[in-house]
């Protein structure tokens, strides 16, 4: 048998790869019976692709496969995003589309992917990856950690403020009204690590489309506070002919407490048929005051609010992000980081700081003021967990300046919303 051969791969190559997202996924996929259909919608798609850059390094959408003679038998997709990073951008890989012929499993193809991918990565400055996983103990092999999540609330409707609100508007398509939506976005998500800087290829074919007046299930409305735009949302309805309506936000961006509250006075609006809202925000958004109840006697209706978790995370340049970040004051700390899949980043590195990085250099191993492996690492340095919380994950060993790691490792606001 011959080596694997790992590469990137495009046009009628990306057939195959098609063929077994169906095996792989038990996938019901009619789409693959036309080939010459398939194969023409790709190379448009992919020629689209290849026109959209991100605006940092120019980093472009890529297929990387494993091939054994000749045969693809492994693959994944690697989309690029600018996200942000303590109110800097920094470019990050998002993966998807993870596959394996099922034919070929156990073969260690996978592992190869990411030993190339990841170095590849390095070198086109992407210094974080993110992945939506099938099983979270798989990919946290390969370094990525559930970091972001959000809260689900669900609200009985006779909860929601009643207050009047004027400057709600429903979403025409107008070019105005969809600039308007980006910029809201781009405000509400500056404030979020990870949240990730929508290029036009993105807004194009995802968001637009599903929110196109009249011909989707979504609903979309924006709020005005005057002439600027401070609030946008967009939902769909579940009706069941046995109970009322309830209403789920997909998507809600704002830009105040005020706007907020503008949208869930507009929601309120739908009392008299709807039985609820379900709607998903940053966790770090507590509604709970902006409501009329929480519980209503003896616990038969309440407020209910379930965890979601988005997504995993990994750091693919340690140094990099090391010298990105915001610091709480100033300080040293030597911190030594574990990653079997990233030699650069398994080193113990020393670095001094005055709210930004002041200095950055490699030190001996048994100096370490903390030891972490790079899934701890990667959720304490986003803010997903402070240093508190670290002394609880298994891998996280602090020796010594724990007041000094914590102006490192403290909580940040943390959103995604795409997928890929």
């Known amino acids: 048998m011959q080596e694997l051969e790992i590469r990137d791969f495009s046009g009628e190559e990306v057939y195959r790869y098609e063929q077994l997202v169906s095996t792989a996924f038990h996938y019901t996929y009619p789409e693959v019976l036309d080939r010459e259909a398939l194969c023409r919608r790709i190379a448009r798609e992919d020629e689209e692709r290849a026109r959209e850059k991100t605006p940092l390094r120019g980093n472009t959408f890529v297929r990387k496969g494993a091939?054994?003679?000749?045969?693809?038998?492994?693959?994944f997709k690697m989309y690029p995003f600018v996200a942000n990073l303590d109110g800097e951008r920094c470019e990050m890989c998002g993966i998807g589309g993870v596959l394996s012929d099922p034919e070929m499993r156990g073969m260690?193809?996978?592992?190869?992917?990411?030993?190339?991918?990841?170095?590849?990565?390095?070198?086109?400055?992407?210094?974080?990856?993110?992945?939506?996983?099938?099983?979270?103990?798989?990919?946290?092999?390969?370094?990525?950690?559930?970091?972001?999540?959000?809260?689900q609330w669900t609200v009985p409707i006779e909860f929601l403020p009643k207050d009047r609100v004027d400057g709600i508007l429903h979403f025409e398509g107008t070019e105005r009204q969809t600039e308007d939506i980006k910029n809201v976005y781009k405000a509400f998500c500056r404030r979020y690590?990870?949240?990730?800087?929508?290029?036009?290829?993105?807004?194009?074919?995802?968001?637009?489309?599903?929110?196109?007046?009249?011909?989707?299930?979504?609903?979309?409305?924006?709020?005005?506070?005057?002439?600027?735009?401070?609030?946008?949302?967009?939902?769909?309805?579940?009706?069941?002919?046995?109970?009322?309506?309830?209403?789920?936000?997909?998507?809600?961006?704002?830009?105040?407490?005020?706007?907020?509250?503008?949208?869930?006075?507009?929601?309120?609006?739908?009392?008299?048929?709807?039985?609820?809202?379900?709607?998903?925000?940053?966790?770090?958004?507590?509604?709970?005051?902006?409501?009329?109840?929480?519980?209503?006697?003896?616990?038969?209706?309440?407020?209910?609010?379930e965890l979601l978790y988005r997504g995993a995370t990994r750091v693919v340049d340690a140094e990099a992000i090391l010298r990105l970040v915001r610091y709480r004051g100033a300080g040293s700390a030597r911190i030594r980081i574990t990653d079997p899949y990233c030699p650069w980043n398994d080193k113990c590195?020393?670095?001094?700081?005055?709210?930004?990085?002041?200095?950055?250099?490699?030190?001996?191993?048994?100096?370490?003021?903390?030891?972490?492996?790079?899934?701890?690492?990667?959720?304490?340095?986003?803010?997903?967990?402070?240093?508190?919380?670290?002394?609880?994950?298994?891998?996280?060993?602090?020796?010594?300046?724990?007041?000094?790691?914590?102006?490192?490792?403290?909580?940040?606001?943390?959103?995604?919303?795409d997928t890929f």
């Open 349 to 417: 590195f020393r670095v001094e700081f005055n709210g930004s990085c002041r200095s950055f250099s490699e030190v001996a191993l048994e100096t370490a003021d903390i030891e972490t492996d790079i899934n701890s690492f990667s959720a304490l340095i986003l803010g997903g967990v402070s240093l508190s919380d670290g002394v609880m994950m298994k891998n996280v060993k602090i020796h010594s300046h724990a007041d000094t790691l914590e102006k490192i490792f403290y909580k940040k606001p943390l959103w995604i919303e």
């Open 108 to 151: 260690g193809a996978v592992s190869r992917l990411f030993e190339t991918a990841f170095s590849e990565m390095r070198e086109r400055g992407q210094i974080l990856s993110h992945l939506y996983p099938f099983r979270t103990s798989f990919y946290r092999k390969y370094g990525y950690e559930h970091i972001v999540n959000a809260v």
């Open 193 to 305: 690590n990870l949240a990730t800087d929508r290029d036009g290829f993105l807004w194009k074919t995802r968001y637009f489309k599903i929110w196109a007046p009249y011909g989707t299930d979504h609903f979309s409305y924006l709020h005005y506070d005057g002439d600027t735009v401070d609030a946008f949302l967009s939902y769909t309805v579940k009706e069941d002919a046995r109970e009322p309506m309830l209403i789920t936000v997909d998507h809600l961006y704002f830009t105040s407490r005020h706007a907020l509250y503008a949208v869930l006075c507009f929601l309120g609006t739908y009392s008299s048929y709807a039985k609820g809202v379900k709607l998903t925000l940053p966790s770090n958004v507590d509604i709970g005051m902006l409501l009329c109840d929480l519980q209503s006697a003896y616990g038969k209706v309440a407020v209910t609010r």
């Open 67 to 75: 091939f054994l003679d000749g045969r693809l038998v492994s693959a």
